[in-house]
């Protein structure tokens, strides 16, 4: 059973980084497929972040291309997301979700709340 | 890329059908088969329910379908029930790996 687990800090001071870890079991990422991000600020809707394959080839939403980088770690089997510079319209709960094509988030993981505040 | 236009709301009695439009643009609905729906639950994170437009994955109701006319898609959900209530969110692919989700419908069981 593949299960996905976001993890990082839950509060994030304005124009500093946000730095999440999303661990993957059940399925080697270096295998294949899209690894990607989503976020929901409270009480709205889903906002897609980006995507990474699996051979490096990296996609964001146009909209965050200039302070999102997403990454893939596959010794730990697991891939990050980084937003710089944040605000308090960054406060969301972030979801990392594995797409294996036909334009699908199969799995997700529970999400994480993380707060823009100082 | 705009998020695709859904309804705010939705609600139907126990045992009737609901439907949810998802409308975008020739640019992502239009242009691929590639429409997935969600249902989240409060507190919960989202769970696919559709994709390529009405295809269900394993384990997922065949009270749930989808269907695509144009710009826009469709979630009917024949035979409500009680669990059914939640929130709905399409989503499109948008070519070059670039993904769009909908603004989201909250289907409620009267």
């Known amino acids: ?118 | 890329q705009s998020a695709l236009t859904q309804p705010p709301s939705a609600s139907g009695s126990p045992g009737q059908s609901v439907t949810v439009s998802c409308t975008g643009t020739s640019s992502d609905v239009g242009d691929y088969n590639y429409v997935s729906w969600y249902q989240q639950h409060p507190g919960k994170a989202p769970k696919l329910m559709i994709y390529e437009v009405s295809k269900r994955p394993s384990g997922v109701p065949d009270r749930f379908s989808g269907s695509k006319s144009g710009n826009t898609a469709s979630l009917t959900v024949s035979g409500l029930q009680a669990e059914d209530e939640a929130d709905y969110y399409c989503s499109s692919y948008a070519g070059s790996a670039n993904y769009v989700f909908g603004t989201g419908t909250k289907v409620t069981v009267l």
């Open chain 1, 1 to 118: 059973q593949v299960q996905l687990r976001e993890s990082g800090p839950g509060l994030v001071r304005p124009s500093e980084t946000l730095s999440l870890t999303c661990a993957v079991s059940g399925y080697s990422i270096s295998s294949g497929y899209y690894w990607g991000w989503i976020r929901q600020p409270p009480g709205k809707g889903l906002e897609w972040i980006g995507n990474m394959y699996h051979s490096g080839s990296t996609y964001y939403n146009p909209s965050l291309k200039s302070r999102v980088t997403i990454s893939l770690d596959t010794s730990k089997n697991q891939f990050s997301l980084r937003v710089n510079s944040v605000t308090a319209a960054d406060t969301a709960v972030y979801y990392c979700a594995r797409l294996p094509g036909s334009g699908k988030f199969d799995y997700w993981g529970q999400g994480t709340l993380v707060t823009v505040s100082s």
